[in-house]
């Protein structure tokens, strides 16, 4: 038998994990050695889990430092490093490249080919150019306009794979107290809570071929609900991409985000609302370039709050949706939309109030304007959280996260809540995309 290949994979606590189960787990030509991990709090250190990772690996494979590279393809001699994971520019890519080949290995990113998993029901996916372009207000009319025909929907969600990898292998969520149960973190709340709401079961984990089985058994279609910017598990039969109106470019910019546009059979241009001069008919024109068969939507995002006097001339202080804010570029969200449209007398700048990793966010994500990022994968972040927001010198607190972080942490001032959902003001609607994804897959429908 010849020599097994040596491999890093690069990785988020997701797609490296995917890439792994559906490439490496049961192939002898290569051997995993590391996870070198980013973006997820407190993930390096821990292990791959035996159970996930298969006979190969009777020990589980070490998830180590992403700064750790160079040390790692010396120590093991790594022979291939392998990028897996999103929301990345493209300077961020030839970075990592750069540092895997000066090390000694060679470099690879699997694409949608060798990673996407197949379905025997009908599939549509919403994916993004970046984190943060609002997917979840095109997911929500994407499910209401498919139930609202009769058939019953499962969402599959993007892995975020924060707690016991082992326990969380498959998971399944359909009401509030299930969230509750299994101690998710605020960002997974984000996701998940919309589909509870809607009376929807949403799936997630880490093995997206034992998911993807379950779902089956329960729906007639299946929806990809995508993260950050990465390409769909499973391959859809019709695919969305959110385009950003607030970030022009990045739909050319990003990786895998112009992937995503490529593949899109329509793209939205979503929050035009919130647009800049020029900045729709650039994305049209970025769009045009590269895939030039796609459908183009421009829509806005309409931003509501369920008690607007609450927010009239005081001073508030406004908590986003942490991925938008941090890796996903942006300065703001719907929370800070929302201060603005109803005439917040000022919007207070945590920075002065912020502790821990709140703190440490600001540090690390300098392009974020003064809101607080919902950031909270443990019990000790969720404090953090809890402590600025207690600390700030404000009259109100605008959640402009999604998610209810009230079950998790005690806020001492009065909450308002944003909500925000998506009006298509020019081009196909979301009834049309249905109708033509219906048509499609109409061979694969009951």
Not at 281 to 301: D, F, H
Request: aromatic share 8%; glycine share 8%; proline share 7%.
């Amino acid at each position: 038998m010849a020599e097994q290949v040596k491999v890093i994979i690069m990785g988020a606590g997701g797609r490296d994990f995917h890439n792994f189960n559906v490439y490496f787990r049961n192939n002898p030509k290569y051997k995993v050695v590391a996870f070198p991990g980013t973006q997820i709090p407190g993930i390096v250190g821990r292990r791959y889990p035996p159970e996930l990772a298969g006979p190969q690996y009777p020990d589980g494979i070490p998830i180590i430092p992403e700064e750790k590279l160079e040390e790692a393809i010396k120590t093991w001699g790594v022979d291939l490093v392998v990028l897996s994971y999103s929301d990345l520019e493209y300077k961020v890519v030839g970075e990592k490249l750069s540092r895997a080949l000066s090390a000694g290995a060679s470099f690879m990113i699997l694409g949608p080919k060798d990673t996407m998993l197949e379905s025997s029901k009908p599939v549509i996916a919403v994916t993004a150019v970046r984190t943060g372009c609002g997917k979840s207000t095109v997911s929500r009319a994407v499910s209401r306009v498919i139930t609202s025909k009769g058939y019953k929907l499962v969402p599959i969600r993007h892995p975020m794979a924060y707690g016991d990898l082992a326990k969380m292998a498959v998971q399944r969520f359909r009401t509030m107290e299930d969230l509750d149960r299994y101690n998710v973190t605020v960002e997974e709340r984000e996701e998940y809570e919309q589909y509870i709401r809607m009376g929807l079961p949403v799936f997630a984990g880490v093995d997206y071929g034992a998911i993807l089985k379950e779902a089956e058994k329960e729906g007639d279609i299946i929806l990809w609900d995508g993260g950050n910017n990465d390409w769909p598990f499973i391959r859809p039969d019709y695919m969305i991409t959110v385009a950003d109106a607030m970030r022009p470019g990045q739909e050319v910019a990003s990786f895998p985000g112009e992937v995503n546009v490529r593949m899109a059979d329509v793209v939205i241009i979503n929050k035009a609302d919130q647009a800049k001069p020029n900045a729709i008919e650039t994305i049209k024109s970025n769009v045009k370039k590269v895939n030039p068969k796609a459908k183009i939507a421009v829509a806005e995002s309409e931003v509501s709050v369920d008690k607007p006097d609450l927010i009239k001339n005081k001073r508030v202080l406004v908590l986003e949706d942490s991925p938008t804010v941090t890796h996903g570029g942006a300065p703001y969200a719907a929370g800070y939309v929302a201060a603005k449209k109803f005439g917040a007398a000022e919007i207070v700048d945590p920075r002065p109030y912020a502790v821990g990793i709140i703190k440490k966010m600001f540090e690390e994500y300098k392009h974020m304007g003064p809101v607080v990022p919902s950031t909270g994968y443990s019990e000790s972040q969720l404090k953090d959280l809890e402590e600025t927001i207690r600390r700030a010198d404000a009259d109100v607190v605008i959640l402009g996260t999604p998610a209810d972080v009230t079950r998790l942490i005690k806020i001492d001032k009065p909450v308002v809540r944003v909500s925000y959902e998506l009006k298509i003001i020019e081009g196909p609607s979301v009834e049309d995309m249905i109708n033509e994804f219906l048509e499609r897959a109409k061979e694969k429908l009951p």
